[in-house]
């Protein structure tokens, strides 16, 4: 069952790079969506989550957009600290996509 | 204030054992849940609680796997016999209700540290 897709990447960006990834959604019911953070070897954490068009905080900014049923997630200038795997949620079901993997490289 | 606690953190077993994962959730958080974790199958969903009461446990993968919530502040994920293939990181997660109707969807999950399962 996917109720959501991932490009599992890898990226493996520049630091001070620009990356988005994108999640997919398939239930257009879907009114609410989450971006974790799951670092090597620990366990998932909530990162931003996105109710209406948009959210933003610092570097990160969470899109959405409904007629294409995808979420986005844009990390600008980007750091080492910022290597880890990003997972999107849907709000109204517990499954998660299988993860976008990022690599920030000095 | 204490999160989401899992015991034990790391198992190792032989095939065929019984393997018992447990988990304290996050004090007056309504729902638990337990995931599993591989490479090549991501976070899937297994079971999850609300109130103590198994709402969907369609993603337990056979008989061999079982779960109860006793009370609202303990679980348990028990593999019986356990086999190889069992062998990834359980996430036991929980979350509160949404009580702003005016949001639709769910609140933050809260995971717990997991438990690294190794089926020998």
């Known amino acids: 069952r996917k109720e959501v897709e991932q490009d599992p990447g890898p990226f493996n960006v520049p630091e001070g790079a620009t990356v988005a990834f994108n999640c997919t959604y398939s239930?257009?019911?879907?009114?609410?969506f989450f971006w974790y953070r799951q670092d090597c070897r620990k366990e998932p954490k909530l990162l931003m989550s996105v109710y209406s068009s948009g959210n933003e905080d610092g570097r990160f900014t969470a899109q959405l957009n409904r007629a294409s049923q995808y979420i986005s997630l844009l990390i600008r200038d980007s750091k080492l600290s910022d290597s880890a795997t990003y997972l999107c949620k849907s709000g109204n079901q517990f499954y998660f996509g299988t993860g976008t993997s990022l690599t920030v490289i000095p | 204030d204490a999160g989401v606690i899992q015991s034990p953190r790391h198992e190792v077993t032989e095939m065929g054992q019984e393997v018992t994962l447990r988990c304290k959730p996050i004090?007056?958080?309504?729902?638990l849940f337990w995931y599993r974790q591989t490479m090549m199958r991501g976070l899937e969903l297994l079971i999850y609680f609300n109130n103590n009461v198994p709402i969907d446990d369609s993603g337990m993968p056979e008989d061999r796997f079982s779960a109860k919530m006793p009370n609202a502040s303990f679980s348990t994920l028990k593999i019986q016999p356990s086999e190889p293939r069992d062998s990834a990181v359980y996430f036991c997660a929980s979350s509160p209700t949404l009580r702003d109707s005016g949001r639709a969807g769910y609140n933050e999950q809260f995971f717990g540290p997991g438990t690294r399962l190794t089926v020998l």
């Open positions: 004090s007056g958080h309504d729902y």
């Open positions: 239930n257009s019911a879907s009114q609410s």
